[in-house]
């Protein structure tokens, strides 16, 4: 009987008007979006590439007295996400490199230059599409699957027969999915075939599993607004009725509830801007500068009477001895206080942003398509957890640099209480050939799991209860 049912509701479905559009327009949306977006990866690639190039030809050429007069700056690059062709993401937000100098590094150009105003909808790539497209159709697919035959009276002469009302809704819930989801792999079998015939990159190590995991959580998300609809449906008496409702509900979790979990963290808990954070930053290791230059100059007094620097002196006088050991105690003093608060600071804004995020990320688990926005942008390498592994390798990078190549210079400032300034520097040995390169490690989806379990228990729990509501609502409901 089961079987009969799902047969019965894919024909119906299928010599629709409904399924040759909803075909029509997977096909061509679908594949679209993802070879839009190939083109997109292939033009960053070949941007990354040169830019790569050339920041490597730069670094190769570095001299000791670019290091000295603290004009030399590495750069490292984030290659781009091959799945950038399902979801963008932050992929051209985030900077396309960082730049490592002495005091810091400092964040590259990014690509939204090249966007239109228009891109702040939405941009257009297959999350996009499921998100704001097929979601909606899958809805109005599911919304007179009950509704329609309780308003025509259909529904009625069913039960007279010897059916079972739970194998009707499952055999119901089961041939209406199956026909909405199969225009779906039409299409996403489409795009993959135009990926493979356009040159796409070998589909090697992850990929692959990535992408059939891409596939499934995308099915996933489907059923679960289906199981929505099929809930609105067994709810509502009219189809009018039905097709308001799912207007007003797919606006709340697509619209309202994405848009406003960040609001209401920002409101919650206010965090402060990176502006005033640089800002703080800077007046910090500015003001311990200007601190450890006095100091310098005091102590340079005390030991040699004088604020004229002696240049030239044999280093082997007890009065040269005496401040060689003086200088490095207050250097390091004073380097150790920097470093301390600095990471006391970020520290703390790490913290602030990090309960912050935790308020919104929780607030859009209340919306199954934000759920699956994190989980897909995280599997192709654009979401959270690529924007938090960018910053984390450029501050190692950072760390690195300094030890081997930054620290080794110092130029440092005295200031004496006459009033006189004077500047002095000394080097180690650098060795341009072993400086450590910039790395960022591919994001698996072991982590994605680790990071993205809410995700997945939202969109599961987006599609169980909506469907226990809609069978206790149809196993309740009175033909008469």
């Known amino acids: 009987m089961l079987s009969t049912i799902i047969k019965k509701e894919i024909l119906e479905n299928i010599f629709s008007y409904r399924f040759p559009l909803f075909l029509i327009i997977c096909a061509i949306l679908i594949p679209l979006g993802i070879y839009v977006n190939k083109l997109d990866y292939t033009k960053r690639v070949a941007d990354y590439n040169e830019q790569s190039r050339l920041a490597a030809e730069a670094a190769s050429t570095a001299q000791m007295q670019d290091v000295m007069a603290g004009t030399m700056n590495l750069k490292g690059f984030r290659q781009p996400s091959q799945l950038s062709v399902f979801a963008l993401g932050f992929e051209n937000t985030l900077p396309k490199y960082y730049e490592f100098r002495q005091g810091g590094y400092k964040a590259g150009e990014t690509s939204v230059r090249d966007e239109s105003v228009l891109s ?190 002696r240049m030239g002196q044999p280093e082997n006088t007890p009065e040269q001895a005496r401040w060689a050991a003086v200088k490095k105690d207050i250097e390091q003093k004073y380097q150790d206080l920097k470093t301390q608060q600095l990471k006391a600071i970020d520290d703390a804004y790490l913290q602030e942003k990090a309960t912050q995020e935790a308020i919104a990320t929780n607030l859009s688990f209340l919306s199954p398509s934000a759920a699956f926005a994190r989980l897909l942008t995280d599997v192709c390498s654009t979401g959270e957890i690529e924007k938090s592994k960018y910053l984390t390798a450029v501050r190692t990078q950072q760390a690195a640099l300094d030890d081997e190549l930054f620290g080794r210079v110092k130029r440092t400032m005295l200031r004496f209480p006459d009033g006189r300034t004077a500047l002095t520097f000394s080097a180690e040995p650098i060795n341009f050939k072993s400086l450590p390169l910039f790395a960022l490690s591919p994001t698996s989806l072991g982590e994605v799991f680790k990071s993205d379990w809410l995700s997945i228990v939202s969109l599961i729990f987006w599609l169980i209860v909506p469907f226990a509501v809609a069978y206790v609502r149809f196993l309740r409901y009175d033909v008469r």
């Open 120 to 309: 702040i909808a939405g941009r257009f790539d297959f999350l996009f599409i499921l998100q704001m497209i097929i979601s909606l159709i899958v809805l109005l697919f599911a919304s007179d699957v009950v509704s329609g035959e309780k308003e025509s009276g259909t529904l009625r002469g069913i039960f007279s027969n010897d059916v079972s009302r739970d194998t009707l809704l499952l055999g119901k819930i089961s041939g209406g999915y199956l026909s909405a989801w199969l225009p779906f792999l039409v299409a996403f079998l489409i795009g993959m075939l135009i990926l493979m015939i356009t040159g796409f990159p070998p589909l090697a190590g992850r990929i692959p599993v990535k992408i059939i995991f891409i596939f499934l959580i995308s099915s996933l998300f489907i059923l679960a607004y289906y199981s929505l609809g099929i809930m609105i449906s067994t709810t509502a008496h009219k189809t009018r009725t039905a097709l308001v409702m799912i207007l007003l509900l797919w606006g709340l979790l697509q619209l309202i509830i994405p848009k406003m979990s960040d609001m209401v963290a920002s409101l919650v808990h206010p965090v402060r801007t990176e502006t005033a954070l640089s800002l703080e930053r800077s007046l910090i290791a500015g003001s311990m500068d200007d601190e450890m230059a006095k100091e310098l100059g005091r102590q340079y007094m005390a030991i040699f009477g004088t604020s004229e620097m």
